[in-house]
T-cell receptor, first 113, second 113 residues
């Protein structure tokens, strides 16, 4: 079963607006990562947040992690047309799943100029 | 330039004809992994390797084989491809023996007739 599930599946916004994507997972994790994929290309790592962290920033990106709710959110502020892509969360559960990485199904973000 | 390369990028083959997709990284990364991406299913991990001669199954290993004889290479072998292995395949690598901050290859699009 999918460890990470993103919500919404698709998001359409205007340039300059903020975009928020959510990820829920089922089991405890070591860390959670967010990746971006442009139209069938390889994924690009955006940010990693560890299970003992609650919030992390990188440029226009803000990630939060709530381990009690088993959820994370990715906020992109002041979006640009170039942010149009699919965004995936990925969880590293550790333990007996040491080395495994499980991706969600992704959120398709469209930013209109 | 730091990169993960995959070959071939596109491949059309027939059921039962053995094939190998190569993956090579020039970053001296310990961790390497293979994923397949199918519409609506996100990325699913096939096999991963935390170092030379250490490989383990991901979530969808059936029908695939891997080997890790050298640190830089991690080939994916389909001994007897079937149409349900038609997919977009990605190789990825990361520093240390963990799937953190992975670098992805450009992808291999495989069609099995």
């Amino acid at each position: 079963s999918q460890q990470g599930e993103e919500d919404p599946q698709a998001l359409s916004i205007q340039e300059g607006e903020n975009a928020t994507m959510n990820c829920s997972y089922k089991t405890s994790i070591n860390n959670l990562q967010w990746y971006r994929q442009n139209s069938g290309r390889g994924l690009v790592h955006l940010i990693l947040i560890r299970s003992n962290e609650r919030e992390k920033h990188s440029g226009r990106l803000r990630v939060t992690l709530d381990t009690s709710k088993k959820s994370s959110s990715l906020l992109i502020t002041a979006s640009r047309a170039a942010d149009t892509a699919s965004y995936f969360c990925a969880t590293d559960a550790g333990g007996t799943s040491y080395g495994k990485l499980t991706f969600g199904q992704g959120t398709i973000l469209t930013v209109h100029p | 330039e730091a990169q993960v390369t995959q070959n071939p990028r596109y491949l059309i083959t027939v059921t039962g004809k053995k094939l190998t997709v190569t993956c090579s990284q020039n970053m001296n990364h310990e961790y390497m992994s293979w994923y397949r991406q199918d519409p609506g299913l996100g990325l699913r991990q096939i096999y991963y390797s935390m170092n030379v001669e250490v490989t383990d199954k991901g979530d969808v290993p059936e029908g695939y084989k891997v080997s890790r004889k050298e640190k830089r290479n991690f080939p994916l072998i389909l001994e007897s491809p079937s149409p349900n292995q038609t997919s977009l395949y990605f190789c990825a690598s990361s520093f240390g023996g963990l799937p953190e901050t992975q670098y992805f290859g450009p992808g291999t699009r495989l069609l099995v007739l």
